[in-house]
C-alpha cells in the first residue's frame, strides 16, 4: 500500500504520461479540467478557486510555472517557494488530481499537448483573452472563469511580510 506522501508524489507527472492518461479517461467520456499559475504563496482564495474548479470535471490539472518561468514573469525576487514545494503543495490537496510543469510563459503549448475539456482562469480575464482559448473551443470544449475572493492574493501577502519587518 502506498503511502499518504507516495499517492502525493505520484500526482506531479510529465505532460506526455499525463497526455496519454488524459486520452483514454476522455475515450471513457471523463472530462478534465485545466488550470494554470505560479502559486507562490498558497491562501484560502486559491483554495476556493481550485476546490471550484474541480466541481466543474471529473479530474482537475494544474499547469505550474517552473522557478525559471516565475521569475520572468514576476521578478528576480519570485518565486519564494521553488517549483517542487510548490508542486507537491497542490498535488496534496484533495480536489488536485495531477500537477503538471511548463517552463514557458504561458501554458499555451501544454494545452495544445494535453487537450483538456475545460480550461479556467479567474474573472480579471477576459474569457476570449485566455491563452488555449481557441485549443479548447476549437474541439468543443469551454473556456470559464471563476470569482476570486476579494483581499487574497500572494501580491498582498508579499506586502504584508514586508511591512511587518
Do not use: W
Request: proline content about 2%.
Amino acid at each position: 500500500m502506498k503511502s499518504h506522501l507516495e499517492i502525493v508524489k505520484s500526482k506531479i507527472i510529465s505532460a506526455q504520461d499525463l497526455s496519454e492518461i488524459m486520452k483514454k479517461k476522455q475515450q471513457q467520456g471523463e472530462k478534465f479540467a485545466f488550470s494554470n499559475g505560479c502559486f507562490d504563496l498558497v491562501h484560502q482564495g486559491h483554495i476556493d478557486y481550485l476546490s471550484k474548479s474541480r466541481d466543474l470535471a471529473d479530474y482537475l490539472v494544474i499547469g505550474l510555472n517552473t522557478d525559471d518561468s516565475v521569475r520572468r514573469l514576476k521578478g528576480s525576487h519570485r518565486p519564494i517557494n521553488d517549483e517542487y514545494s510548490r508542486a507537491l503543495m497542490l498535488a496534496s490537496f484533495l480536489f488536485v488530481d495531477y500537477v503538471v510543469m511548463f517552463s514557458e510563459d504561458t501554458p499555451y503549448n501544454l494545452i495544445k499537448t494535453l487537450q483538456p475539456d475545460i480550461l479556467i482562469k479567474g474573472s480579471d480575464y477576459k474569457v476570449e483573452d485566455i491563452v488555449g482559448y481557441d485549443i479548447v473551443v476549437g474541439r468543443g470544449g469551454k473556456v470559464v472563469t471563476l470569482d476570486f475572493i476579494p483581499g487574497f492574493s500572494t501580491t498582498l501577502i508579499e506586502k504584508k511580510i514586508k511591512e511587518d519587518r
